[in-house]
T-cell receptor
């Protein structure tokens, strides 16, 4: 079956620091890849997506590139802000059984940005 | 444009009881999925509804059941509640055929005591 592994948290950074959250996946075929963000007490918000190899998703200064050769989709941001503090989830959409639209999530990475 | 609406926002139930959670999908969306998110974990897929039928199911017991109505809204029912069912239950909707990712609701926090 499909699986997503993302780096263990928590991650604590100072404002304006560089952020990387690693994500690797296992899937057959060509899954779509996503990063979701969850602020305290809220549901998930789609941050960015990539639907095929070498695609780069980007939003609000965050970027991630779909690397099929390394089965990775690492999240990066050049300069984090306090408001970026949240839990970040890497996810893929696809199913080795041929069905689709089911999201498989990693365990999440808590990011705390200090002023 | 309203997004995904879930009700209630919080709920406390006793072991052995039954609970029904409700979800209204984003306008124009026809597929609804339900996820369980335990504290400190990623969401786990429960099941998905499309055209009023359950299309996919995750590794959840039969105590978890659902329904989709003609207006695309959905319910999640859990019978014989266990302490381990305490979690945030998320509803997500999408329009079938478009790979834009799901739109998630804010969830229902269920506590079983």
């Amino acid at each position: 079956g499909n699986s997503v592994t993302q780096m263990e948290g928590p991650v604590t950074l100072s404002e304006e620091a560089f952020l990387t959250i690693n994500c690797t996946y296992t899937a057959t075929g060509y899954p779509s890849l996503f990063w979701y963000v969850q602020y305290p007490g809220e549901g998930l918000q789609l941050l960015l997506k990539a639907t095929k190899a070498d695609d780069k998703g980007s939003n609000k200064g965050f970027e991630a590139t779909y690397r099929k050769e390394t089965t990775s989709f690492h999240l990066e941001k050049g300069s984090v802000q306090v408001s970026d503090s949240a839990v970040y989830f890497c996810a893929l959409e696809g199913d080795s059984g041929g069905s689709n639209y089911k999201l498989t999530f990693g365990k999440g990475t808590l990011l705390t940005v200090n002023p | 444009d309203a997004g995904v609406t879930q009700s209630p926002t919080h709920l406390i139930k006793t072991r052995g009881q039954q609970v029904t959670l409700r979800c209204s999908p984003k306008s124009g969306h026809d597929t609804v999925s339900w996820y369980q998110q335990a504290l400190g974990q990623g969401p786990q897929f429960i099941f998905q509804y499309y055209e009023e039928e359950e299309r996919q199911r995750g590794n959840f017991p039969d105590r978890f059941s659902g329904h989709q109505f003609p207006n695309y809204s959905s319910e999640l029912n859990v019978n014989a509640l266990l302490l381990g069912d305490s979690a945030l239950y998320l509803c997500a909707s999408r329009l079938t055929g478009l790979i834009y990712g799901y739109t998630f609701g804010s969830g229902t926090r269920l506590t079983v005591v």
